[in-house]
């Protein structure tokens, strides 16, 4: 498993610490988590072994065409997991991938 996240170069925050994906291994599953506050409109698709997925951030104002994009790809083992039926939820600025592992049998 690996991920990958990229913020915009408007992004300010670059402490050195940013850590773009999070993850969590149960016995069935792996969770992705990708924090991304501010955003709002998000699109994602499979491809082979991997969820790729694109956020924007939500403008200030009307006028406002600064907003941060993300953009990164969630990489599952296919030996070990589902990607293509990852299900994806986007809730309070943080999005959640979580690949189901193959059923053994």
């Known amino acids: ?6 913020r915009a170069a408007t992004s300010a925050a670059s402490d050195g610490n ?7 291994l149960k016995e069935d ?11 709002a409109e998000i699109f994602f698709f499979y491809e082979d072994t991997c969820v ?3 956020i924007k951030e939500v403008a200030m104002d009307q006028n406002d065409r600064s907003g941060r994009k993300y953009i990164g790809s969630v990489d599952c083992n296919p030996k070990i997991y589902a990607a293509e039926k990852a ?4 809730v309070d600025g943080v999005l959640w991938i979580t690949a189901p592992k193959h059923h053994q049998g």
């Open 1 to 6: 498993m690996s991920g990958s996240s990229s």
């Open 18 to 24: 940013y850590e773009p994906v999070q993850w969590t």
């Open 29 to 39: 599953s792996c969770i992705a988590r990708v924090v991304v506050p501010g955003c």
């Open 52 to 54: 790729k997925f694109g």
């Open 87 to 90: 299900e994806i939820k986007f």
